[in-house]
């Protein structure tokens, strides 16, 4: 085998095509047909089965992806009691410069090659965000599951943990402890804003946040309250509007605010749409962005210094963020006996 093995792999793609008949339906028999190998090894290699040897993986998910195989996940289903699909519950949302788009491409990528398929299943504003949740549990039409938009006391990681159920989340819950998750630290990125903004003589803040019900935007509120006074920073956190609101929204109620409390000389964002609705609002009023006012904020695709080149950003990598959640769920599937997998990445002062 280890010699034909060997042909095979120095084969071009053509040839390897060229060995699946007209109109024939590509099997694990016809990836043993060409590669040589034992159905059984075959079968276990596009399992990612950890007794099957690196190159041989590689191998037959080549020719794999080359013949166009795809598994019979009735099939798969019926023998193993599994889907080999994970699914990402979304919220659904119009907003193109989110990281819903980033962290599906990310995950895409990690499950690339393995027996694993993703499913994207939105949720809307409108609906209970537990109702995707259940019915992929109850129907049982996926292994694992990857959310994001965590609340402390988030009821679908609650009903997951219920039902013994493998899952990540983008974001941190009271119970993080006991799942696996990927976070990005807020409260540093707020100190770190805060630090920077003092640094540029700046001391009247006022913050845009996420939705305060989420555990992101109360890291953010943490950050405030723990380093704000300490630095001489006084800071108004808006009530009327967060950043997942429409850029109208925003852009009038910080119109507005400014009008109120001319004062401000700073803003910090959670989000690219907040922030340039912010500077909209800005230069409506006059105001000098980078001269007598900042805006401090984040973004998951490096494009704000391309509308405005004095605003200050740190980049949220949502790329890793997707890869870690992707090889968590997997660990959970394949290996449930080691440690759940759980990252908070920590922002590191930027030099402005």
Known sequence: MKRMASEVAKTSDDEIRQQV???????????????????ATVSRALSDAPDI????????????????????????????????VISLVLPAESDVMTNAGRLTSSIAEELRGTQ??????????????????KYIVETHS?????????????????????????????????????????????????????????????SNVLAVLPPL??????????????????????????????????????RHWVA??????????????????????????????????????DVYTKEVVPILKTFRQNIIVELEDVGDAGRFLAKAVKRQLQHPEQELMQELFVPTDIQI
């Not at 043993?32 to 159905?39: E, L, Q």
């Not at 992101?216 to 609101?245: C, F, P």
């Open 21 to 39: 008949g007209a109109g024939e339906t590509p099997t694990l028999k016809t990836i043993s047909r060409i590669s040589g190998m034992a159905i």
């Open 53 to 84: 040897g690196r190159d041989t993986k590689i191998l037959v998910n080549r020719i794999a992806n080359i013949i166009g195989y795809v598994p019979n996940r009735a099939g798969v289903r019926l023998r193993t009691g599994r889907t080999n």
């Open 116 to 133: 694993f398929h993703l499913n994207i299943l939105p949720w809307f504003p409108d609906e209970d965000p537990l109702r995707p949740i």
């Open 142 to 202: 996926s292994d694992a599951v990857i959310f994001n938009m965590t609340e402390p006391d988030d009821k679908r990681v609650a009903y997951l943990l219920k039902h013994d159920f493998p899952f990540a989340t983008h974001g941190r819950t009271k119970w993080c402890d006991d799942h696996a998750y990927y976070d990005y630290d807020n409260t540093a990125f707020i100190k770190n804003a805060l630090i920077n903004l003092k640094a540029r003589g700046r």
């Open 213 to 250: 019900h989420q555990y992101y935007a109360q890291d953010m509120v943490r950050g405030l309250e723990q380093y704000a006074d300490g630095l001489g920073i006084n800071y108004r956190i808006s009530k009327n509007v967060n950043s997942d609101q429409p850029s109208d929204d925003i």
């Open 256 to 293: 507005r605010r400014l009008e109120k409390s001319p004062k401000i000389d700073a803003i910090i964002c959670s989000s690219s749409k907040g922030a340039i609705a912010s500077i909209v609002a800005i230069e409506e009023r006059d105001r000098l962005l980078g001269e007598d006012i």
